[in-house]
């Protein structure tokens, strides 16, 4: 019998890629930038299973384009922003993607960028490279403590949980809002019984005026975008430190420029930015308290090993005709599936 066909709009690590090139006769775009998009318009035709990273926009024409044979979509990231879900589900296409197996490395590197922004750390290795280290004083880079600051997290699922626990060790507070939550807020509690971590639910407002340290949490939808705004950052303390791990259009950034610019806020930390990459004339370029990273939150050994062996698990569930281990439109399965 022959094997399903398949496109990888880049190639995935060594976990995933043997099972999707044991199972499928699959081509691999090896270029160093993501196909563009006639690449990919050319290179799904006539396959049977997509996987597809949080580059790629994945769209209606590109589900046409690769004609009724296409069974599955593996989005190998757990944000599926880039994917046309109700487009997918129309169509009878489940849609996978990795949660949890990124959630710790996340939350690590949200604390490094937390910790990097508060205490100056950037700004401090560029002093000392550039030959602005002239001696010790009690006033040098002075930042932001952790003891006993207020951290609020927008965003308390997984990612933001793990957070929580962190902070914990830092003896921090912790307060939340979730504009996308999973659960509604049980009436009558705003604690948490987070395992290892309290956290108090309050309102967005509140959030904004007494956290010391604001962290993203949340996925993008058309109620997150934009959600940090002039408006946003007017609450803010003027001491605070901001932290984007979600997805960049979820922070305004010309008023993100303003509020940094200004001293309305402290600093910020981005490693999502709008566009990605960061054109190198951005004007958050120009400033010493903002730091920006290539979305590289999730980046360690291990969750990328995980991730790709999660998406190439959710591709040849597809293919089988399989419920996907992690499928994000599980409402197709309501329906006739492709
Ligand atoms: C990374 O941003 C992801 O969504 O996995």
Redesign the pocket.
């Known amino acids: 019998m022959s094997k399903p066909r398949v496109f990888l709009t880049r190639l995935i690590l060594e976990s995933g890629l043997k099972p999707v090139q044991d199972f499928c006769e699959a081509e691999i775009w090896s270029g160093e930038l993501p196909p563009n998009r006639d690449e990919l318009m050319h290179y799904v035709h006539g396959r049977n299973g997509l996987l597809c990273l949080?580059t790629d926009r994945i769209d209606a024409d590109v589900m046409d384009a690769a004609g009724p044979g296409l069974k599955v979509i593996s989005n190998c990231?757990?944000?599926v922003d880039n994917v046309d879900l109700p487009a997918a589900t129309a169509r009878g296409i489940p849609v996978g993607n990795?949660p949890g197996v990124?959630t710790d490395a996340t939350a690590d590197f949200t604390f490094a960028l937390l910790m990097a922004a508060a205490r100056r750390v950037v700004e401090g290795e560029r002093q000392v490279r550039s030959g602005g280290w002239k001696t010790w004083s009690l006033d040098t880079l002075l930042g932001a403590d952790f003891a006993g600051a207020t951290l609020g997290l927008v965003g308390f699922g997984r990612i933001g949980r793990a957070v929580a626990r962190r902070a914990t060790g830092f003896g921090m507070r912790i307060i939340f809002s979730d504009p996308n939550p999973a659960t509604p807020p049980r009436p009558g509690t705003g604690t948490t019984p987070e395992p290892g971590a309290e956290a108090t639910q309050v309102d967005f407002d509140t959030l904004l005026r007494e956290s010391d340290f604001v962290s993203l949490h949340t996925p993008l939808t058309d109620k997150t975008r934009g959600l940090m705004n002039t408006a946003a950052f007017a609450k803010m303390k003027p001491t605070s430190v901001l932290v984007n791990t979600s997805?960049g259009p979820v922070v305004d950034q010309p008023a993100l420029y303003e509020a940094l610019k200004s001293h309305r806020i402290f600093a910020a930390a981005l490693d999502?930015t709008v566009p990605e990459p960061l054109p190198i004339d951005s004007p958050l370029l120009t400033l010493e308290n903002c730091i920006i990273v290539p979305?590289i939150?999730?980046a360690s050994w291990q969750a990328r090993q995980k991730?790709s062996r999660m998406a190439a698990e959710n591709l040849i569930a597809g293919l089988k005709g399989e419920r996907l281990p992690n499928c994000v439109n599980p409402e197709v399965y309501g329906r006739e599936l492709r």
Do not use: N, Y
């Open positions: 949080l990231a757990v944000g990795t990124l997805r999502v979305h939150a999730s991730m």
